[in-house]
């Protein structure tokens, strides 16, 4: 296997150091021999080369079966400059899907209890903006008074997007995928999308299906989220949903996320560069390193890899082992350690 390193930007730089360390723990202990390439991106990127996304690294994301990439900075970019800009990694290569867990745990403080969900957001299309976009710009503003913005569905990416919905519900004991819309109101727009979830569901009878209007599921998501297992949306709408779900298991630090594509998959937590405890070594590293759990758990079904799924499964009962045993707990969750503490502890157990 081949991975990147991509540290990113503020937080980026100490949880991601805690991510790559426990993976290659658990790596170690599988067999799995990893190639890691370390490779700018952000501030680093534009401080190096000019670019927050530089030539060497645009290039060698390439070769790469996937990466670890750190939370960019890029709100506090400088404006009206096209070298420092998000890099729109997503759209170059073609990383089509977001997989975003929600998993509450007994012993940490969360809205709700026993939540065990997977959104899964389509990432290319929908309300089309910068990381979506070649060329142009998705919106534009003829007068003062009027502002036009465009939202594309195509039934490739529906269909793709559902496809890797159902692939991950396969992998999961409730194997239930609900599709989320709005086609009683966007009967083009969302109607193409369902109709391409009700075609790939018919490939998986061993899977559920079911679909939910966007403004239902939301409510239902707050009420009673216990009944939900995968689910599967259009881009903006996954936006929203992901973070509610977030919010139900006790915020952003509990949120990791991975986006794939067809060859290649980016661990990418959901959270931001948290500019504001940057340096203190406090930054929960657990988004993170889950985000690298389900990269060796997607590239191990991906390319066939038992090493990888074994060394997945090592980091998910590592990381649940901590959490249980609480002893080594970042202060957002209730706990005194730092940082790296909490990536040593997790480490530790991964060899355990």
């Known amino acids: 296997m081949k991975i990147g390193i991509l540290l990113g930007d503020d937080i980026g730089r100490e949880v991601v150091p805690e991510c790559v360390k426990v993976m290659k723990a658990a790596a170690s202990r599988s067999g799995l021999s990893i190639d890691w390439q370390p490779l700018p991106i952000g501030k680093a990127g534009h401080e190096e080369h000019g670019d927050t996304l530089p030539a060497v690294t645009e290039q060698a994301l390439h070769k790469l079966d996937g ?39 007994a012993n940490l403080k969360s809205i709700h209890k026993n939540v065990d969900i997977v959104f899964v957001r389509e990432l290319t299309e929908g309300m089309l ?9 998705a919106e534009f503003r003829p007068n003062d008074d009027i502002t036009v ?35 009683p109101v966007y009967r083009l727009a969302c109607g193409m999308f369902a109709e391409e979830c009700r075609k790939v569901a018919k490939d998986y009878p061993d899977i559920t299906f ?37 919010g139900l298991v ?12 067809e ?47 074994a060394a997945a499964d090592y980091m998910l009962k590592a990381v649940g082992k901590v959490i249980e045993d609480a002893k080594h707990l970042t202060g957002d969750l209730g706990g005194k350690a730092s940082t790296q503490e909490m990536g040593d502890a997790i480490a530790t157990a991964v060899t355990q």
Request: hydrophobic letters at 40%; aromatic letters at 6%; glycine letters at 8%.
């Open 67 to 105: 990466w670890v990439l750190g939370p960019i900075g890029h709100a506090n970019y400088p404006r009206n400059d096209p070298t420092w800009v998000m890099p729109p990694i997503r759209k170059k290569y073609e990383l089509f899907a977001a997989a975003r867990p929600s998993r509450s745990f």
């Open 129 to 137: 903006y910068s990381e979506t976009v070649v060329a142009g710009s």
């Open 149 to 183: 913005g465009m939202r594309v569905i195509t039934r490739k990416g529906s269909n793709r997007v559902a496809r890797e919905a159902f692939e991950i519900a396969r992998t999961r004991e409730r194997k239930k995928v609900t599709a989320a819309h709005k086609e």
């Open 210 to 246: 079911e679909e939910a209007m966007i403004d239902t599921i939301s409510m239902k998501l707050v009420m009673a989220p216990q009944q939900y297992d995968v689910v599967v949306t259009t881009n903006q709408f996954g936006d929203i949903l992901s973070d509610i779900g977030a």
């Open 250 to 261: 006790g915020g952003l630090g509990l949120a990791p996320g991975l986006c794939v594509g």
């Open 263 to 309: 060859r290649q998959a980016m661990a990418q937590a959901t959270h931001g560069s948290a500019p504001d405890i940057a340096g203190r070594n406090i930054a929960n590293p657990y988004a993170m390193i889950m985000s690298g759990q389900m990269l060796l758990a997607w590239l191990g079904r991906k390319h066939n890899e038992p090493k990888a799924v």
